[in-house]
């Protein structure tokens, strides 16, 4: 997507204590499959520990402590102004991050590894919070 506002959800399954990475928020199509969203200048993400990097700079934002299983994370994508909020169990831990919109369409991206499992909801009925007002399924 390049425009409009959307939100979506993310439950976290299993998260082993310190194994591996894991970052979850939005990416550009010209990502590389090879890089952590968030840690090139074409996406936005958050990371186990509560901190949220965004176009290469680490912890560019950090939230109130991160997330661990059990946690559902929401993401509201505004693309319109280029600002992502996330908030983890319906609490907003960070608000409006800013990223760079120079690379036009983006999409939810996620980078796990060692046992991390985690699943996404895109459709209202399938989410466990409501969406921000004006903000529609991805």
């Keep these: 997507r390049s425009a409009g506002k959307y939100y979506w959800e993310v439950k976290i399954v299993t998260l ?3 194994e591996g ?6 990416a550009s199509r010209a990502l590389s499959l090879e890089v952590t969203p968030g840690a ?8 186990r520990f509560g901190n949220v990097h965004c176009d290469k700079v680490r912890n560019k934002y950090t939230a ?20 992502l909020t996330i908030s983890r169990n319906g ?23 060692y046992g991390i ?4 909801a895109f459709s209202r009925s399938a989410w466990k919070y409501v969406a921000p007002t004006g903000f529609t399924n991805f």
């Design 64 to 83: 109130s402590g991160g997330f661990a299983a059990g946690d559902t994370l929401g993401f509201a994508l505004d693309l319109d102004l280029g600002r």
């Design 21 to 26: 990475s894991v970052a979850v928020g939005i």
């Design 40 to 47: 090139d200048d074409l996406g936005c993400a958050l990371d």
């Design 91 to 113: 609490t907003v831990v960070i608000a409006n991050a800013q990223f760079s919109k120079a690379n036009g369409t983006y999409f939810p991206a996620l980078n796990l590894s």
């Design 117 to 120: 499992q985690m699943t996404a």
């Design 16 to 18: 082993p204590a310190n």
